[in-house]
């Protein structure tokens, strides 16, 4: 069975009826190649999207791809959030929407845009850019109003039909309300009445009807009736408001009034979030006053029960629509401007933390950190900018190298840029970020201006005179040598800093880091007895701490010594090891360059189809990042000399077709494929 690539979310409800309109959708994306869905808040554009994208998946052999922007206030994200969502992690100095072009010109995807409506501009004049780069590509957009691009097939979505025992609006009650009551039936005339009252006077808008179901747990379907009557009656004059518009505030504000006071509350301080919502950082921004610590778990939970709040994974989910709603309240209270700047300085903590636990055991767990939280983390940072600039150059420091090995090289650079622009005064906080964005140039192969970031961090360093500072300009310098194809100056800066600052690398982290480039330098100039030798010690260190970042680089170059040295079995298992790290990490750069050193030792070994598959499949990693081959440059060299062993060994026919079908499959499946195994997710 062909694989189907993309990222759709998961959910668990059902879908109820909309029928007619997902046979209109799906005959107008065969039409069109933009179909914008428009229709005002909790209407269900969101999931008729989705399961429009789910149904028909099939029809695009790159898959169906969702970005969701209802997390962004303007439009400085919105091209890497894209970028985010189709899974491209690049790594030039490319304008991220050039990037997106290259990558998309040659698919045939159907890339799902939720929640339009506060970018609607940038979004027309992205989507436009978009289409006219790539031919394969048709765009699924979600927004209150259409985008009015050229050639835009706008489908205003409609409430579901209400009134009536079988209509869509009473089906989806019945079925929402056996989820909140398991086993609570409508039997009676008067039930059946009720239901079908309450969805009339809803409009059978489908975030009303579910916010309704959520109070069966203390009423019944005639007591809500009784008084969602009274209170549309009495905005029965009020003109500001639309008669559907009227529905929906009024459901929201009455689940509002049947929230305890303390849940009232933390609903709106939950509103300062952006992603997913996890109960240890509600705790931490939320808790103050009458609402104390020990509440927030309890008060989550009843959110979530009452549908203000979705469950994801291990965290919470809150809709635009009720988040908008929170933010009013928030701003009632005369509470928005502290607990925002709550947020941002919680986040700003767990970069510092982030980073402060780099060499450690939790590596992994910060890396995913850091990962998940990143529209909150990029929120904190613009709030910082505005109002506290020190704090913000000392979070986006500790942030950068982790946003650069997660794929967010562009917002790194453009926030490292920003923070380090500002009149602020020299010091360890300046340093780091000179550093972070040192070596983010240098990942996006812009050498010559990683140089110039590089000299400024050695000047900073020096007159800081801390060894962390020392070792830290060091790396970021040896780095960009060492990409330039200079590995004699790369191993003479690295090893000076080395010995000059030969302390325990727990009260100096970048000692780790500098030992790596030592070590790439050290094989790249062919001297791999003491390469050998610096990775076994590499090795040891990373143990010792528990972490998989040098341990990975250690098992890369433990890798390419013994398949120079014409031992392929120990350097596929060295390969398997770091990729297991790296994929531990999320780091596609490390994933592609150890996906290259398994294919050599596979073809070293005569088995000319695998080592084609696995190339394949890194070929595929190479595109995610933005490049063709990365590494140094002396990989190169390297790379011809396997590929021509296993295309000898499996006859180029044979080859090819290997190589193909892997580039074309879904790149986690590859991985797990070049690994004979599955892989934790």
Known sequence: MACVMGNLPVVTTSFVGRDSELDRIDRALQDHRLVTLSGSGGVGKSRLALQTAERVRDRYADGVWWADLSHLDDDQLLTTTVCDGVGLLDHSPRRPVAALCEWLSDRRLLLVLDCCERVVDSCRQLVTELLSAAPGLTVLATSRQPLGAEGEHAMEVSPLSAGEDGDEAVRLFHDRAAAVVPGLAFDSPGDTAAVAEICRRLEGIPLAVELACAQLRDSSAQEITGRLASRLDALSDDTLWPRRHRALRTTIGWSHELCAPLERLLWARLSVFRGVIMT?????????????????????????????????????RMLDTLREYGAMWLAELAEDALFTDRHARHF?????????????????????????????????????????????????????????????????????????????????????????????????????????????????????????????????????????????????????????????????????????????????????????????????????FGEHWGRAYADHQLALIHLLQGRPRHAESHARAMLASKHELHDSLGIALGLDLLAGAIAAQGDGVAAARTSGTGHTYWRIIGHPHRGTPELGAIREQWELQARQAAGNTAYERAYRRASADDAERGLAHALERQLPS
Do not use: N
């Open 280 to 316: 240890a950082d509600a705790e931490a921004v939320c808790a103050g006053g009458p609402l104390g610590g020990e509440a927030i778990a309890p008060a989550l939970e009843s959110l979530a029960e009452q549908s203000v709040l979705r469950r994801t994974g291990e965290g919470y």
């Open 348 to 544: 700003a903590q767990t970069a510092v933390q982030a980073h402060a636990g780099w060499l450690g055991p939790r590596q992994v767990e910060w890396y995913r950190r850091v990962a998940s939280t990143h529209p909150d983390l990029c929120a904190a940072l613009e709030h910082l900018l505005a109002e506290d600039p020190e704090k913000a150059m000392e979070m986006a420091g500790c942030a950068g190298l982790f946003w650069s090995c997660c794929g967010h090289l562009h917002q790194a650079r453009t926030y490292l840029e920003r923070v380090l622009a500002l009149p602020l005064s020299a010091g360890p906080h300046r340093t780091r970020a000179l550093w972070a964005l040192g070596i983010t140039l240098t990942l996006q192969g812009d050498h010559e201006a990683a140089r110039r970031v590089g000299k400024e961090c050695e000047e900073a360093a020096r007159l800081g005179q801390a060894s962390e500072a020392a070792l830290s300009a060091a790396h970021s310098m040896s780095f960009t040598y060492l990409m330039m194809g200079r590995p004699q100056t790369a191993h003479l800066v690295s090893d000076h800093a080395l010995r000059l600052h030969p302390g325990d690398p727990a009260d100096a982290p970048s000692q780790m880091r500098c030992r790596v480039i030592r070590l790439f330098a050290l094989s790249a100039l062919g001297r791999l007895d003491e390469a050998y030798e610096e990775a076994t010690r590499l090795q040891r260190i990373s143990l010792r």
